[in-house]
């Protein structure tokens, strides 16, 4: 077989498992236009013959999903911003003072990201409530998922921050710059970009968070739309174009945004963000 037909077979191979993976995504818009009778139609219609665009309209209306949406932002935004403040320092320190005692308490804390929330929830919950801290519960559940997601984030930018030469930072001690002012003036500017990747990659699990939003907060003027999406769930649920509905107006912002920072990402993952 020639080079050019290994290359076509396997941009063949990767447009049929790009369609395969992207196939519940499709489905879920069209699903969500269609009528009631043509949802249940056998076999089902890959197009809808009417496109029900007023659904839409309607969930958002009446299911109140610019609260539940500002919620998720807030959430997802102040989880974000907390990690990156309190992680950087943390990544910058692993990835320049290397040693085995290091590279334990790495493993270690890298073990955390394997602990499912569904388990971690009832110490949370617990400690949370011994601290007083449920009183302001999406600041309670910014925390937690900040706690969840560190040990991820720490690993991806020790990995950008290792990229950067060390010989950078010791030319501008010897310039006459602080450890400090090194950082923030040399190291910071050159690992944005794994940065930006992880806390994008962070943001996305974060905007999507159920488990701590559910358990934590109860007062539904807060609840992200996460939660929004669970209430429609019963026992005779069978609005299925309204729950796609709400789910595709949910998932559009994150799409829109892996589209409009896809350069910045590839970047990132090629500097280094995710070794």
Not at 99 to 104: L, P, Q, S, T
Not at 244 to 249: N, R, W
Request: aromatic share 12%; with cysteine.
């Amino acid at each position: 077989m020639s080079e050019a037909s290994k290359h076509r077979l396997m941009l063949a191979i990767a447009c049929i498992l790009a369609a395969i993976y992207l196939f519940p995504l499709y489905w879920m818009y069209v699903t969500s236009l269609k009528s009631g009778s043509a949802m249940f139609a056998t076999p089902p219609g890959l197009f809808p013959s009417d496109p029900q665009w007023s659904v839409y309209t309607y969930v958002w209306e009446t299911r109140d999903m610019g609260r539940y949406m500002w919620n998720s932002l807030v959430i997802a935004a102040g989880s974000v911003a907390l990690i990156i403040f309190l992680g950087t320092g943390c990544a910058y320190v692993l990835a320049r003072y290397r040693n085995r005692w290091v590279d334990v308490g790495l493993f270690l804390i890298l073990m955390l990201q394997v602990l499912p929330a569904s388990l971690l929830i009832t110490p949370i919950f617990v400690g949370f409530s011994q601290l007083g801290l449920l009183s302001t519960p999406r600041t309670a559940v910014i925390i937690a998922i900040a706690a969840k997601s560190m040990p991820f984030y720490v690993v991806l930018v020790r990995s950008t921050f290792m990229s950067v030469p060390m010989e950078l930072e010791e030319a501008a001690l010897v310039d006459g710059n602080s450890r400090i002012g090194a950082f923030f003036n040399i190291v910071l500017p050159l690992a944005r970009n794994g940065i930006l990747v992880s806390g994008i990659l962070i943001f996305m699990q974060a905007f999507g968070e159920f488990v701590y939003s559910k358990s934590m907060i109860q007062n539904i003027e807060l609840q992200p739309a996460s939660v929004g999406l669970n209430s429609f769930m019963g026992p005779n649920t069978n609005e299925w174009n309204n729950i796609l509905a709400y789910a595709s107006m949910y998932v559009t912002p994150i799409l829109a945004i892996f589209v409009l920072l896809q350069r910045r990402i590839v970047s990132g993952l090629t500097s280094g963000a995710l070794k």
